[in-house]
């Protein structure tokens, strides 16, 4: 955890830029990053950990890259404000009762933290569920995700019956997991 305060602060501003930019226009640039003539090729070859450019886009590690880059912000941030929240006179208390680090950490630091944990993932999911410029973009269609099914069955099949039912299926498995986060992150009473 940074301790710091302009550190913590120039950590939070780094991680909050790209969000100032729309999703398609960091999709283009994974698009040119992960090109065969992209710099992702270029430093893995120039490190020589390949002999030739490795296929990226309308691949599903591409639609991966794209969409960590994109949702990592948001867990990142939902876990900082969990940990900053942890009151550090736990942690010495801890230490000053003999436990090891790795002790603090499970008994302590993660049970406090795990509510922030808890959020962040179900905002990334839900908002992974339903991307839909990302994987469409760096898959060059050739993989088709679960909102681009969706849509197609709107836009292009006019199949309304199959696109509500897979939509309703979306909202269903969305509202379990956020049920089960919710339960998840209750606290435990003895």
Known sequence: MVRWRPWRRFCVILLVVPLFTSNIVRSFGWMVLLGRNGLVNDGLIGLGLIERPMRFLGTELGILIGLVYILLPFIVLAVGNALAKVDPALEHASA??????????????????????????????????????TPALLSGGRITVFSMLIFQQYSSVFDFHYGGALSITMLVLTLALVVAAGRLSEPRRA
Request: net charge negative.
């Open 96 to 133: 000053d009762l003999g436990a090891t680090p790795a002790g603090t950490f499970w008994t302590i630091i993660f049970p406090l933290s795990l509510p922030g944990l808890m959020a962040g993932a179900v905002m990334v999911f839900m908002l992974a569920v339903s991307a839909y410029v």
